[in-house]
C-alpha cells in the first residue's frame, strides 16, 4: 500500500473546480545496529513499530498495544560476533482513530524481537516517542543502547 494521500483544494477563489494533488507523508528513517554478543545464534524475526502503554512492549504486558508500522526487514540468523544494520523508514504522521487515547499509549517504541538457538524469546524495545521532527540532545538517553533482557516465558509474557 503507498502512502500518498489525495487531497483535494481550490485552485483559487471558492467558485472554482476542486483540483487533486497528492500528498506525500513526513517519512522518518531510522537505522539501527544489532550486535549478537553472545554466546549462540539469534534469529530476528520481526521488527514493528508499536504505540502503547509501557516502553517495554507488548511481550512484557497484558495491555494492547497498536503496531503502527512492520518493517520490510527479511528474517535471518546473526551469529555470535555478528553485527546486522537495519534501516526502517516508515510515516511519521500515522492516522489514528479520533477516539485514540494517546495519554494512556504514552510510549511510542520500535521492538525487535529474536530468537535464540536454544528457543528463548527476547523482545528489545527502543523507546522513540520523544524522537520528534529533529530529535533530542546528543545526551539524551534515547540514544543509549539497549540490551535484549531475560526472555519471554511460554505463558507470553516475561518474569
Aim: aromatic letters at 8%; proline letters at 8%; hydrophobic letters at 35%.
Amino acid at each position: 500500500m503507498s502512502p500518498e494521500v489525495v487531497r483535494l483544494r481550490p485552485m483559487g477563489d471558492s467558485y472554482v473546480p476542486l483540483v487533486q494533488e497528492v500528498v506525500r507523508p513526513t517519512l522518518r528513517h531510522l537505522h539501527y545496529t544489532l550486535s549478537n554478543t553472545g554466546k549462540q545464534t539469534l534469529y530476528v524475526k520481526s521488527i514493528e513499530i508499536l504505540r502503547g502503554p509501557h516502553r517495554r512492549g507488548h511481550l512484557f504486558s497484558h495491555d494492547p498495544f497498536t503496531v503502527l508500522h512492520q518493517n520490510e526487514v527479511k528474517s535471518c540468523l546473526l551469529e555470535p560476533g555478528e553485527i546486522l544494520a537495519i534501516n526502517i523508514e516508515h510515516p511519521a504522521d500515522f492516522k489514528l482513530p479520533a477516539d485514540f487515547d494517546y495519554e494512556f499509549n504514552s510510549h511510542e517504541l520500535v521492538s525487535v524481537e529474536l530468537i535464540a538457538a536454544d528457543g528463548s524469546r527476547y523482545q528489545m524495545c527502543h523507546d522513540i516517542t520523544e524522537l520528534g521532527a529533529s530529535g533530542p540532545d546528543l545526551h539524551h538517553p534515547l540514544w543509549d543502547g539497549v540490551a535484549s533482557g531475560r526472555p519471554v516465558r511460554g505463558d507470553g509474557f516475561a518474569l
